[in-house]
């Protein structure tokens, strides 16, 4: 055989066994990779929760003006709103509910009848715990192009995929709470409301049901 044939296999063996190395490091599994390998992004939104505590002065499990004046400014400070949860602790909590509540009624929110979350500190004797609890969402670490979009041997999505679409929703959402889990039941409901979106599909009229539009560009319209 020809030294020039044998020199030609041994380059093809050669670029087949190079093909070959390519294609099964590609393909090779790297458990580094895998958040990455589906459709669903690996940037979502995170929903943390901060506390903030402030003790009102309760004698004789009253809420005198001065300290409702102090509350409300408060609140104020903190631009109490919606997506927001009120709770009270201490002993004389019960007593001085509904006084928290007339002042937390003011920015459109309810005192939470149970459920303070555990703060830091002794509550003094004579006081009450007012505990606002928040909650925000965001997407940490967006915009995210820290891998190159080229070469992607491994077919994954690109690393700032999700960003724009859950930075949205964490931004627009009134309450990131039901980012976690759903609105609990209030036990009454409303039919009418209930059936609105269905009933407007079924009556109203398509829109091009009285044809199209005549535009003109004449001052007379003719």
């Not at 002993?91 to 939470?112: E, N």
């Not at 606002?132 to 670490?141: D, E, H, L, N």
């Not at 859950?166 to 309450?175: E, K, L, S, T, V």
Request: charged share 15%; hydrophobic share 35%; with cysteine.
């Amino acid at each position: 055989m020809p030294t020039t044939q044998k020199e030609e296999m041994m380059r093809t063996k050669l670029t087949i066994a190079a093909f070959a190395a390519v294609m099964t490091s590609a393909c090779g599994y790297t458990q580094h990779d895998q958040p990455s390998r589906g459709v669903i992004p690996v940037n979502v939104p995170v929903v943390s929760r901060s506390d903030f505590t402030f003790d009102v002065a309760a004698p004789g499990g009253q809420l005198p003006p001065s300290e409702a004046g102090r509350l409300d400014a408060w609140f104020r400070g903190l631009q109490l709103g919606y997506g927001d949860n009120i709770y009270l602790d201490g002993l004389m909590a019960p007593s001085v509910r509904s006084d928290v509540g007339r002042i937390a009624g003011q920015y459109g929110l309810l005192v939470a009848p149970a459920g303070a979350p555990v703060t830091v500190g002794a509550i003094p004797d004579g006081a009450v715990r007012v505990v606002v609890s928040r909650t925000r969402a965001s997407v940490p670490g967006c915009p995210n192009w820290s891998d190159p979009a080229q070469p992607n041997f491994q077919n994954r999505s690109m690393s700032t995929f999700g960003c724009a679409v859950n930075g949205n929703i964490a931004a627009m959402i009134a309450n990131p709470e039901d980012l976690i889990h759903g609105r609990e039941p209030t036990g009454v409901t409303d039919p009418a409301a209930a059936t609105r979106a269905i009933e407007m599909y079924r009556t109203k009229p398509p829109t091009g049901t009285g044809g199209l539009p005549v535009v003109t560009t004449s001052k007379n319209g003719g």
